[in-house]
């Protein structure tokens, strides 16, 4: 239902009817007055038509009290009131803060564009705040300078955190508070002259300023190197201002000039622009800088120092190198003057020659300055001589005469050696003078006279040649007595003695001799007797035995079934039994045996152990550390973690086959042969300390510095600073000649191909193996490989030239291998390949090694006091007085130490005594207050305290008697007596 808006009175005051609007009836004799909040239309009628008749009641609710007086007016302005009652009991609107009651009754907003934002609203309008104006639209958006900015603007100028202030800032040409005083530009200083707004300049009055602004200060004294002066605080000398020196130069504190303003030190001292940095600058009238241009200064070097031309006014060559430098230049490095040496040169003064290549290891490399050339000379290091082909001194010669034999370097134990030739070992001298080739098992000795071996042969042996070593060997035994007429003289190394094999028919008779016969039948349980006049033998049959239809020797009587052998009498107890083949056992022979047993799970096949996993050997119990081994530099062992190979030293890698050196970084060293040499710039034990920071001289051509090194791959250049020209790019010149300035220079029987390498002129020798024909010296030479030696490269080498030992070297026929050892009887390859290992079996343990003592291997403890037995596996401890720790402990290697040295383990709840025996209990917890420990069982797995008199438990930490001063009676049970 829609409200009433008005209320009819009297039809006299009414000129129409009044028109109820909610609920469409005319009522007469009545006037229309509307209500609070609503007005006339003055047609006499209410109606709620907005802005028309009268206001909508939320305005003021009708009926009196307070209401929301918001609306929008015309201006869609939002304002606000409270409808509040007053004093005649009318509704009223009472409009807020910003706001003002209208015709109508209602509020409006009296700020309805804002106020800006430095402003806000009141009951008369805008207010600004402090310090802001109104701008053009009347809102409170721009600074407020007293008097205003004629030609500038208002900006503020924060001086601290509780107050602050604004003034005008001019545009150019305008000063004063307001910015309304014409100005010149630059300003001027006032004080010290005007400005000539005409001329727009400054004219300056005062006798001590002067420029175009009269800022500077007018000097007499500067000299004709100022561009003026300023003022300062009076300093020590009294001056009260200091010349602006022009670029170099500076003042002179020695000398004052000047009366205007005040004396000055005046700009007389040249400073060559700072570029004098190794002399003295000095006034010169006719100098020129290193652009040609002229200047009025120079340097005057001091000692030690130069100029590179009469452009240079740096002194920046030095020149204080002592010695000399003689192959390079002098640098000024950290404080120092040290020498920085040409390419192929090194030393304090660039005077000991590197250039050789190969380097000079061994002896001296010499420069001959009349064609450039470097050359080793190995006279200056009597232990080595030059290479046939190379030039280097890399020829062992330390050893004297070595005989019959070649000298070699040990890099491992650092001394020269004698390497015999092959079959060739040393005497009593060291010389390899004695043969020892070998001559068979027959053989007693052997010489050698430089061209040819001859063996002597022992009793009963006789000698025939042998294709396979090329001389005649003691291998056909003759010493059978009785002789073997039916059969053949053999050495048997088992009984040590000449033995007849004889031919099929016949066996050895009680002398050793071939005269039994043996019948085709089968006499095996009796005798063949040979009919010499006829030829033919028959079977005489044992005791038990008789000859069947067949003439075999067969039981009277045997029902036993043999699997693995026959039935047979047995004279002695008078029954039959089986007589088993070897490799059973058994009533029925049903059982086979391995002896020695079978080990690491190996089975038994008929006799034989046949091996699984990675072991060999007759009853599987050498390990071999898998398919390749240890190589020839080393040998595999086996503990509790399983297998691995140790390696001989210098040697490493999984095979062992690697020779190495110390750990190191590639970057600052190589390997030599096992010796590790560091490049240039490096030094220390793994060649750790860098001794240079950057590339002295610096790389050239593209170079890269790298580490103090320059790294030249990158370029066509080789050489320490890559300023020599390299040959075919990084490739060079191949093995028989050298790189000379971008082309190859190739020895002598050598000239370069078409790709620019050298190559051999022409070679004649088939050279075998490998090997490579070559023109030395002008004589056609074969140069072999690694493996080879001889003239035509056909005698194999075994360990790069350190032979077998105890054995000899046999040619494997594969040339780019190393060829291996064939060892005598007792002896085994060792990790090097080398027949210097004895073979024990069992094997020594990790704590033995296996050695020949009277002809017979053993194994011999490495450290006896530690370790025995017959493979010496057996912990023995020296500090324990049986050596095995006592009746309640165990001898044992501790793993933690590097040699595994053995300790006493004592067993749980005993330690050691004075004499290191596992003997004193030892009880947890331990027994305190001078309690004892003691064991309740026999085999000490019992243990407690027993306490004294004045404690208990089981630590002996409970006081008994404690009121009772000790030493004053007794305590029993507890009880003071």
Same mark, same amino acid.
């Given at each position: 239902?829609?409200?009433?808006?008005?209320?009819?009175?009297?039809?006299?005051?009414?000129?129409?009817?009044?028109?109820?609007?909610?609920?469409?009836?005319?009522?007469?004799?009545?006037?229309?007055?509307?209500?609070?909040?609503?007005?006339?239309?003055?047609?006499?009628?209410?109606?709620?038509?907005?802005?028309?008749?009268?206001?909508?009641?939320?305005?003021?609710?009708?009926?009196?009290?307070?209401?929301?007086?918001?609306?929008?007016?015309?201006?869609?302005?939002?304002?606000?009131?409270?409808?509040?009652?007053?004093?005649?009991?009318?509704?009223?609107?009472?409009?807020?803060?910003?706001?003002?009651?209208?015709?109508?009754?209602?509020?409006?907003?009296?700020?309805?564009?804002?106020?800006?934002?430095?402003?806000?609203?009141?009951?008369?309008?805008?207010?600004?705040?402090?310090?802001?104006?109104?701008?053009?639209?009347?809102?409170?958006?721009?600074?407020?300078?007293?008097?205003?900015?004629?030609?500038?603007?208002?900006?503020?100028?924060?001086?601290?955190?509780?107050?602050?202030?604004?003034?005008?800032?001019?545009?150019?040409?305008?000063?004063?508070?307001?910015?309304?005083?014409?100005?010149?530009?630059?300003?001027?200083?006032?004080?010290?002259?005007?400005?000539?707004?005409?001329?727009?300049?400054?004219?300056?009055?005062?006798?001590?300023?002067?420029?175009?602004?009269?800022?500077?200060?007018?000097?007499?004294?500067?000299?004709?190197?100022?561009?003026?002066?300023?003022?300062?605080?009076?300093?020590?000398?009294?001056?009260?201002?200091?010349?602006?020196?022009?670029?170099?130069?500076?003042?002179?504190?020695?000398?004052?000039?000047?009366?205007?303003?005040?004396?000055?030190?005046?700009?007389?001292?040249?400073?060559?622009?700072?570029?004098?940095?190794?002399?003295?600058?000095?006034?010169?009238?006719?100098?020129?800088?290193?652009?040609?241009?002229?200047?009025?200064?120079?340097?005057?070097?001091?000692?030690?120092?130069?100029?590179?031309?009469?452009?240079?006014?740096?002194?920046?060559?030095?020149?204080?190198?002592?010695?000399?430098?003689?192959?390079?230049?002098?640098?000024?490095?950290?404080?120092?003057?040290?020498?920085?040496?040409?390419?192929?040169?090194?030393?304090?003064?660039?005077?000991?020659?590197?250039?050789?290549?190969?380097?000079?290891?061994?002896?001296?490399?010499?420069?001959?300055?009349?064609?450039?050339?470097?050359?080793?000379?190995?006279?200056?290091?009597?232990?080595?001589?030059?290479?046939?082909?190379?030039?280097?001194?890399?020829?062992?010669?330390?050893?004297?005469?070595?005989?019959?034999?070649?000298?070699?370097?040990?890099?491992?134990?650092?001394?020269?050696?004698?390497?015999?030739?092959?079959?060739?070992?040393?005497?009593?001298?060291?010389?390899?003078?004695?043969?020892?080739?070998?001559?068979?098992?027959?053989?007693?000795?052997?010489?050698?006279?430089?061209?040819?071996?001859?063996?002597?042969?022992?009793?009963?042996?006789?000698?025939?040649?042998?294709?396979?070593?090329?001389?005649?060997?003691?291998?056909?035994?003759?010493?059978?007595?009785?002789?073997?007429?039916?059969?053949?003289?053999?050495?048997?190394?088992?009984?040590?003695?000449?033995?007849?094999?004889?031919?099929?028919?016949?066996?050895?008779?009680?002398?050793?001799?071939?005269?039994?016969?043996?019948?085709?039948?089968?006499?095996?349980?009796?005798?063949?007797?040979?009919?010499?006049?006829?030829?033919?033998?028959?079977?005489?049959?044992?005791?038990?035995?008789?000859?069947?239809?067949?003439?075999?020797?067969?039981?009277?009587?045997?029902?036993?079934?043999?699997?693995?052998?026959?039935?047979?009498?047995?004279?002695?107890?008078?029954?039959?039994?089986?007589?088993?083949?070897?490799?059973?056992?058994?009533?029925?022979?049903?059982?086979?045996?391995?002896?020695?047993?079978?080990?690491?799970?190996?089975?038994?096949?008929?006799?034989?152990?046949?091996?699984?996993?990675?072991?060999?050997?007759?009853?599987?119990?050498?390990?071999?550390?898998?398919?390749?081994?240890?190589?020839?530099?080393?040998?595999?062992?086996?503990?509790?973690?399983?297998?691995?190979?140790?390696?001989?030293?210098?040697?490493?890698?999984?095979?062992?086959?690697?020779?190495?050196?110390?750990?190191?970084?590639?970057?600052?060293?190589?390997?030599?042969?096992?010796?590790?040499?560091?490049?240039?710039?490096?030094?220390?034990?793994?060649?750790?300390?860098?001794?240079?920071?950057?590339?002295?001289?610096?790389?050239?051509?593209?170079?890269?510095?790298?580490?103090?090194?320059?790294?030249?791959?990158?370029?066509?250049?080789?050489?320490?600073?890559?300023?020599?020209?390299?040959?075919?790019?990084?490739?060079?010149?191949?093995?028989?000649?050298?790189?000379?300035?971008?082309?190859?220079?190739?020895?002598?029987?050598?000239?370069?191909?078409?790709?620019?390498?050298?190559?051999?002129?022409?070679?004649?020798?088939?050279?075998?193996?490998?090997?490579?024909?070559?023109?030395?010296?002008?004589?056609?030479?074969?140069?072999?490989?690694?493996?080879?030696?001889?003239?035509?490269?056909?005698?194999?080498?075994?360990?790069?030239?350190?032979?077998?030992?105890?054995?000899?070297?046999?040619?494997?026929?594969?040339?780019?291998?190393?060829?291996? &050892?064939? +060892? =005598?009887?007792?002896?085994?390859? !060792?990790?090097? *390949?080398? $027949? @210097?290992?004895?073979? #024990?079996? %069992?094997? /020594?343990?990790?704590?033995?090694?296996?050695?020949?003592?009277?002809?017979?291997?053993?194994?011999?403890?490495?450290?006896?006091?530690?370790?025995?037995?017959?493979?010496?596996?057996?912990?023995?401890?020296?500090?324990?007085?049986?050596?095995?720790?006592?009746?309640?402990?165990?001898?044992?290697?501790?793993?933690?130490?590097?040699?595994?040295?053995?300790? &006493?383990? +004592? =067993?749980?709840?005993?330690?050691? !005594?004075?004499? *290191?025996? $596992? @003997?004193?209990?030892? #009880?947890? %917890?331990? /027994?305190?207050?001078?309690?004892?420990?003691?064991?309740?069982?026999?085999?000490?797995?019992?243990?407690?305290?027993?306490?004294?008199?004045?404690?208990?438990?089981?630590?002996?930490?409970?006081?008994?008697?404690?009121?009772?001063?000790?030493?004053?009676?007794?305590?029993?049970?507890?009880?003071?007596?």
């Amino acid at each position: 239902m829609t409200a009433k808006l008005c209320t009819c009175f009297s039809v006299a005051m009414c000129p129409s009817p009044c028109i109820i609007e909610d609920s469409g009836e005319d009522v007469h004799g009545e006037v229309c007055v509307c209500s609070i909040g609503n007005r006339d239309t003055g047609k006499s009628v209410c109606d709620d038509a907005k802005g028309l008749t009268c206001f909508s009641d939320d305005i003021c609710t009708y009926g009196g009290g307070e209401g929301d007086c918001d609306y929008v007016d015309e201006t869609s302005n939002i304002v606000a009131g409270t409808c509040v009652v007053n004093s005649n009991n009318v509704e009223i609107c009472q409009c807020d803060e910003g706001t003002e009651t209208n015709a109508l009754g209602g509020c409006t907003n009296l700020c309805p564009d804002g106020c800006g934002d430095h402003g806000y609203c009141t009951s008369t309008g805008c207010v600004c705040d402090d310090l802001f104006d109104f701008d053009e639209n009347d809102l409170c958006n721009i600074l407020y300078c007293e008097g205003g900015c004629d030609h500038g603007i208002c900006v503020l100028d924060q001086l601290d955190s509780e107050a602050e202030i604004t003034h005008c800032e001019c545009d150019e040409g305008y000063t004063g508070t307001s910015c309304d005083e014409a100005d010149c530009v630059p300003t001027c200083n006032l004080t010290a002259g005007y400005c000539d707004i005409d001329a727009n300049e400054c004219v300056c009055t005062s006798s001590h300023f002067q420029g175009d602004d009269c800022y500077t200060p007018r000097c007499d004294g500067c000299g004709p190197h100022s561009l003026g002066c300023i003022d300062i605080p009076e300093d020590e000398y009294g001056n009260t201002r200091a010349c602006i020196c022009d670029d170099g130069w500076s003042i002179d504190t020695s000398t004052t000039n000047g009366t205007l303003g005040g004396t000055v030190f005046p700009c007389l001292i040249p400073t060559c622009d700072g570029l004098c940095k190794h002399g003295d600058c000095i006034y010169s009238e006719d100098a020129t800088d290193s652009e040609g241009t002229v200047v009025d200064y120079k340097c005057e070097c001091y000692d030690n120092w130069l100029k590179i031309d009469d452009s240079d006014v740096t002194c920046s060559l030095p020149n204080g190198c002592d010695p000399t430098c003689e192959h390079g230049s002098c640098a000024f490095y950290e404080e120092i003057f040290v020498c920085v040496c040409d390419e192929d040169w090194i030393g304090d003064a660039c005077d000991y020659a590197v250039g050789c290549d190969p380097p000079c290891v061994n002896g001296t490399c010499v420069y001959t300055e009349s064609d450039g050339s470097f050359a080793c000379d190995c006279s200056t290091d009597a232990d080595w001589a030059e290479d046939s082909v190379t030039g280097a001194c890399i020829v062992p010669d330390g050893c004297g005469d070595c005989g019959y034999g070649t000298c070699v370097y040990d890099n491992v134990a650092s001394s020269f050696d004698c390497f015999c030739d092959e079959d060739i070992t040393k005497d009593d001298d060291g010389l390899c003078t004695k043969a020892d080739c070998y001559c068979g098992l027959g053989g007693a000795s052997c010489s050698y006279d430089g061209t040819d071996f001859t063996c002597s042969c022992s009793s009963g042996w006789d000698s025939t040649y042998d294709s396979t070593y090329g001389y005649d060997i003691c291998d056909t035994p003759t010493g059978c007595s009785p002789g073997c007429d039916h059969g053949d003289c053999f050495w048997s190394s088992s009984a040590e003695e000449f033995l007849c094999d004889c031919d099929d028919g016949w066996s050895l008779d009680a002398l050793g001799a071939c005269t039994l016969a043996e019948c085709e039948e089968n006499c095996a349980h009796g005798s063949c007797f040979y009919n010499s006049a006829d030829g033919t033998t028959s079977c005489a049959c044992s005791d038990g035995w008789t000859t069947d239809s067949q003439g075999i020797c067969t039981m009277v009587d045997c029902s036993l079934v043999c699997e693995h052998g026959n039935c047979g009498f047995n004279i002695v107890t008078g029954e039959t039994q089986c007589i088993c083949d070897d490799g059973y056992s058994g009533t029925l022979c049903e059982d086979v045996v391995c002896s020695p047993a079978c080990a690491n799970g190996a089975s038994c096949v008929e006799g034989v152990c046949v091996c699984v996993g990675d072991y060999t050997g007759t009853s599987c119990q050498i390990p071999t550390c898998g398919v390749d081994g240890c190589g020839l530099y080393g040998y595999c062992v086996e503990d509790d973690d399983g297998q691995s190979c140790v390696c001989d030293e210098n040697h490493t890698g999984t095979g062992c086959d690697t020779i190495s050196c110390a750990d190191y970084d590639e970057d600052h060293a190589f390997c030599y042969n096992g010796v590790l040499v560091c490049k240039s710039g490096w030094s220390g034990d793994t060649c750790e300390t860098n001794d240079e920071s950057d590339c002295i001289p610096p790389c050239q051509n593209g170079g890269v510095c790298n580490a103090a090194a320059c790294d030249c791959s990158a370029t066509e250049y080789t050489g320490p600073t890559c300023n020599t020209l390299a040959c075919n790019g990084s490739n060079g010149c191949g093995t028989y000649g050298t790189c000379n300035a971008g082309a190859c220079v190739c020895y002598d029987g050598y000239i370069a191909n078409g790709d620019g390498y050298c190559e051999d002129l022409s070679c004649s020798l088939e050279c075998e193996n490998g090997g490579e024909c070559q023109v030395v010296d002008g004589e056609t030479v074969c140069v072999c490989g690694n493996y080879f030696k001889g003239d035509t490269c056909d005698i194999p080498i075994c360990n790069s030239g350190l032979g077998c030992g105890n054995g000899f070297c046999v040619d494997d026929g594969d040339i780019g291998e190393n060829n291996s &050892c064939t +060892c =005598f009887h007792g002896y085994e390859l !060792d990790a090097t *390949g080398r $027949c @210097t290992k004895a073979l #024990c079996t %069992p094997v /020594c343990g990790a704590n033995g090694t296996c050695v020949i003592v009277d002809g017979s291997p053993e194994c011999s403890c490495n450290d006896p006091d530690h370790w025995t037995g017959s493979t010496c596996e057996i912990p023995m401890c020296p500090d324990s007085s049986d050596g095995f720790c006592g009746v309640f402990g165990t001898c044992k290697g501790d793993p933690d130490t590097a040699d595994n040295v053995p300790y &006493c383990d +004592c =067993f749980d709840g005993f330690t050691t !005594d004075d004499y *290191g025996d $596992c @003997t004193v209990p030892s #009880c947890s %917890p331990l /027994c305190e207050n001078d309690g004892i420990c003691v064991t309740t069982s026999g085999d000490g797995t019992d243990t407690k305290c027993v306490c004294g008199d004045y404690y208990s438990g089981a630590d002996c930490t409970e006081e008994l008697c404690s009121n009772m001063p000790k030493g004053n009676g007794a305590c029993i049970d507890g009880s003071p007596v």
